[in-house]
């Protein structure tokens, strides 16, 4: 499947995390791309909100990953600083890749593709002009790319 959205500000890329937040179950992992600055932790923002996280998320840049209590465990992983797949599997970031519990949401998951499973929500966020941006939701169907 392939859903392409526009958002015009901030409040409504946040608003499109929240929607994507009720469909969001134990072990799902979303794949977030885009450069920096093209909203990629807005997001994680409303599908925090949207798990009804009360903790504020902060950019997970300095920690490579964070957890926040929700309706489900909200995993908050960016693999900007993550140098190699090795490094990764040192630091265990593989434990969320999926998660037991919970859900992950990675920043830069283009940089860690390979640890990225197969059925993962994948959402490419692209600049447009000014406040609008494109945002891009894939997910393969088991077996065959959709
Ligand atoms: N439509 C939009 N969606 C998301 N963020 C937007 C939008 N328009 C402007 N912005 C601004 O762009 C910045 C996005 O930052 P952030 O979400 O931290 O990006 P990233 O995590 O991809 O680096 C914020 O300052 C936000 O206010
Ligand atoms: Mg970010």
Known sequence: MERVVITESPEETMALGMELAQDLKNGDVVALVGELGAGKTTLVHGIARGLFVTENVASASFVLARTYRGKLPLHHLDAYRIGSLQELFEVGLDRYLPPEEGVTVVEWADK????????????????????????????RTRGRAA
């Open 112 to 139: 860690i593709h390979g640890f990225i499973p197969e059925d993962a929500l994948w959402i490419a966020l692209e600049f447009l002009d000014g406040d609008r941006r494109r945002i891009t939701l894939r997910r």
